[in-house]
């Protein structure tokens, strides 16, 4: 199973007395592009903050590179669905990008130089250099959805865990931060993206996971990502695909 | 007594700085509620004591203090309960438990409630120890240590704290514990309100800790200058409380907490981006776009000749509004007036044009 880099067994999480996930098994291919999709509230959220450690299940297991303890985390990089951040923090773009760099340092010791040129890179490749020193508060929407993935490049993760990445941004800014995902990937990256936009699955994603508390189907998004499947997944909403 | 206003800006050091944190992360009204709370500690180390220099008191003042954020914690996390209610029900309850304890059992002078309740920083001077052969104010001695520790915890911390307030989250994964940090510097707000107790008394401390902040927080964006700016605020503040209380024996605390006040107010309505700069600007907006709407409207086929009354009732204006405007347009040469009825002049073409790019309508 070399090909494996997340594996979860029969996990079940709940909010209070309310089933969020219920007999989840999944296995993540390593370096692949795989899609998350389910109706909203299908629990898709509660899977990635299970796996990011952030809820705790009722019971079942995740494996990480084979490990299971929180130090692993910091090869995660984790870009949450709407920044649920201190929006009235006085921090400019570069100060957050440069948060990405915390995950390599120890306790009480600052970023360095090489940090900053690591944070400035990461800047770049988001075409957000002019917003460096722009408060965070003042950018809109899509400007902060980059600056929180070019914080996710600066971490230098080997996993990119995305909650909803394309939601609400334009068209250009959508293809850049596929360019820059697919770029990513040639270098051994591995990503794992909810995703809302049914049509363009086949386009971006290698992978991909249909679930509604249950897992419906996954796997290879060709042979997966079928009509019925997603009917399945969607049906009691009464969704229309 | 010099010595007074040194310990008034060491207090107000010590304070601020931690304050900028408890102002960004939405820890005011805990800290007042802890400011109250500790009155408890002190209290009971007091009557086990009977000492009111014993480090038993800053010690179990600490305890209380956190006590108070963990059970506000506790009460808030039922959900029952809104956080606001929780603070106001755990502050208030052990604070009367103190109050009760003061008036019951302490016929002792040393605990006067006066002092407690508003301090008295005149007094500091007299209560004297000595320091490498020096003799100076206990107060100065204790809260200088106090001050250097604080900002020794914000120099050393400064990257978690940072992070711990901004996105949380983040900070549980890259490793730094969010829960220490804030136990970390609730402990310290705890130590320091104790410290400031003699000069400022509970009920003004909280306004040491945040005024200094807030009022920094209307001018820089940047969480190192806020820092600094805090700073300056809090000597700023001291000084001024100092001169006025001294010189009109007022109590100096309660002129450095109204200091405050004021400078927080000229801040926030004469800064740059303050409210009178705000409200100017949006005025002459408004004003401008009104007269380029005029215009336009004059540009507009069917209406290149319109009287008063027209142009009154089309933009809802009164009569001196109307008359405001016509006379700017008419000195400008953007409008004519012939036969009561108004016209754009060549010029006035001309600048319905650039109007029309500057706020990107179609030509
Ligand atoms: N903090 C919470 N407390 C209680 N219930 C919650 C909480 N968060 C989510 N839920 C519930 O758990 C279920 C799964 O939520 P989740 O946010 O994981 O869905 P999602 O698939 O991410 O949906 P969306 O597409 O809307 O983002 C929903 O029914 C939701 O109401
Ligand atoms: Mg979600």
Redo the contacts with the bound molecule.
């Keep these: 199973m070399d090909d494996t880099i997340i594996t979860i067994k029969d996990l079940n999480v709940a ?2 007395d ?1 089933p ?2 219920w007999h989840i098994n999944l296995d993540i291919r390593k370096n692949g592009r795989t899609a998350i999709v ?12 299970t796996m990011m450690k952030l809820i705790r299940p009722v019971s079942g297991r995740i494996e990480i590179d084979g490990r299971t303890d929180k130090g692993v985390l910091k090869n995660i990089a984790y870009v949450p ?1 709407k920044g649920e951040v201190n929006w009235d923090f006085p921090a400019t773009v570069l100060d957050v990008v440069l948060m990405g760099r915390y995950v390599h340092k120890g306790w009480i010791k600052r970023p360095q130089k090489k940090d900053r040129e690591i944070a400035l890179e990461a800047l770049k490749t988001m075409k957000m250099e002019a917003f460096c020193d722009r408060q965070i508060s003042e950018l809109s929407g899509g400007q902060r959805q980059r600056a929180f993935l070019a914080r996710a490049i600066a971490q230098d993760a080997d996993i990119y865990v995305m ?2 990445p394309l939601q609400g941004i334009d068209i250009t800014t959508e293809n850049l931060i596929m360019d820059v995902i697919r770029k990513l990937q040639t270098e051994g990256k591995t990503f794992i993206v ?1 995703h ?1 936009q049914l049509n363009t699955v086949k386009e971006y994603f290698d992978h991909v996971v249909i ?1 509604n ?1 249950t897992i419906i189907a996954d796997g290879p998004t060709d042979a997966v990502f079928t009509g019925e499947n997603i009917e399945k997944a969607y049906r009691e909403k009464g969704v229309s695909v | 007594m010099i010595e007074v206003l040194l310990v008034l800006i060491v207090t107000a050091l010590a304070t601020s700085v931690p304050g900028v944190f408890l102002v960004l992360r939405g820890l005011s009204m805990t800290t007042d509620a802890i400011s109250h709370t500790i009155l408890l500690g002190i209290v009971l180390a007091f009557f086990m004591t009977n000492d009111i220099r014993s480090p038993w008191l800053i010690i179990a003042a600490s305890i209380v203090g956190i006590a108070t954020v963990y059970i506000i914690e506790l009460v808030s996390r039922t959900q029952l309960v809104r956080q606001d209610a929780a603070i106001g029900l755990v502050f208030t309850a052990l604070f009367a438990a103190a109050i009760i304890l003061i008036s019951k059992y302490s016929g002792n002078a040393h605990l006067d409630m006066d002092v407690v309740l508003m301090g008295e920083v005149l007094f500091a001077p007299f209560n004297r120890i000595d320091v490498f052969g020096f003799s100076i104010p206990a107060a100065l001695w204790q809260l200088s240590i106090i001050m250097l520790v604080n900002f020794a915890f914000i120099a050393l911390f400064y990257k978690e704290l940072k992070l711990t307030t901004f996105d949380p989250k983040f900070a549980f994964i890259a490793g730094f514990s969010a829960t220490f940090i804030y136990y970390a510097l609730m402990t310290l707000v705890s130590v320091t309100a104790v410290a400031a107790f003699d000069a400022v008394g509970s009920i003004l401390v909280i306004n040491f800790f945040v005024a200094p902040a807030l009022t920094a927080y209307l001018l820089v964006r940047r969480l190192s200058a806020m820092i600094w700016l805090s700073m300056l605020f809090a000597v700023w503040n001291s000084v001024i409380g100092y001169m006025i209380g001294f010189s009109y024996d007022l109590s100096i605390a309660g002129v450095t907490s109204f200091t405050a006040l004021v400078t927080f107010m000229a801040v926030f309505i004469f800064s740059p981006d303050g409210w009178l700069n705000s409200r100017l600007r949006a005025f002459r907006q408004k004003r401008t776009f009104t007269r380029a709407m005029i215009l336009m409207l004059m540009n507009e086929r069917g209406h290149t000749r319109l009287t008063a009354g027209e142009i009154t009732a089309h933009f809802n204006l009164n009569r001196k509004q109307f008359d405001n405007h016509m006379e700017h347009l008419l000195i400008n040469d953007y409008i004519e007036k012939k036969n009561g009825q108004y016209t754009l002049t060549e010029r006035g073409e001309e600048y319905t044009h650039y109007t029309r790019i500057k706020y990107e309508l179609p030509i």
């Design positions: 909010y209070q309310k969020a996930l389910g109706p909203n509230g299908a629990g898709k959220s509660t899977m990635i903050k669905q909650d909803e909810v809302h679930m508390k």
